[in-house]
C-alpha cells in the first residue's frame, strides 16, 4: 500500500489547493487527502484540473477502492500518519538539499504551504477521517447516500 494513496472518489491529481491536497516529497506531486467540502475548495480543485497537463484528474476512485481496501487503508492508518509527520518536518524545516533548492527563498512559501497540508492531513486523520470513510463504505456497498439515520457500516 503507498502511503500517498487513500479512500476517496477522486483518485490523487495534482493540484494547487492547499485546504484539499497534500503534496508528496518524493515526488513534488500533490494529491487529495479529502474530497472538497465548501464552494471555494471545489473551485481550487477545478483551477487545479484546468492545469493539468497530464490528465492526473481521474474521479474513478470508487473503481479502485474496494471495502476491504478501505478497511485495510484504516487499520493501516498509523503508518501513514507517521508518514505525513516527517514529511511535514520536512517540508517544514526546508531539508531538501538534494532538489538543489534547500534555503532558496523562492521557495520556502511553497515548502511551508505543502508541511501544512500535511499537518491538515494528520489532523483530519485523527478528527473527522473516520466518519467520512464509514460514509464512503456506505456509499460503496449501496452505490447511494445514506438516508439521515441510516446506520453506517463499520471500518
Do not use: K
Amino acid at each position: 500500500m503507498q502511503p500517498t494513496r487513500w479512500p476517496s472518489a477522486a483518485w490523487t491529481p495534482p493540484t494547487t489547493s492547499v485546504t484539499t491536497t497534500i503534496t508528496a516529497a518524493a515526488s513534488a506531486r500533490c494529491s487529495f487527502y479529502r474530497q472538497p467540502t465548501d464552494e471555494g475548495q471545489v473551485f481550487d480543485v477545478l483551477c487545479g484540473a484546468s492545469l493539468d497537463l497530464y490528465e492526473g484528474y481521474n474521479w474513478d476512485g470508487d473503481d479502485h477502492w474496494t471495502v476491504e481496501a478501505v478497511r485495510a487503508w484504516w487499520a493501516d492508518r498509523g503508518r501513514v500518519r507517521a508518514w505525513a509527520v516527517d514529511i511535514a518536518a520536512d517540508w517544514g524545516a526546508d531539508t531538501h538539499p538534494h532538489w538543489g533548492s534547500n534555503n532558496d527563498p523562492r521557495f520556502l512559501g511553497h515548502y511551508h504551504d505543502a508541511a501544512q497540508g500535511h499537518r491538515d492531513f494528520i489532523a483530519h486523520i485523527d478528527d473527522g477521517l473516520e466518519s467520512y470513510l464509514r460514509g464512503y463504505l456506505f456509499w460503496l456497498e449501496q452505490r447511494r447516500e445514506p438516508r439521515p439515520g441510516e446506520a453506517l457500516p463499520r471500518l
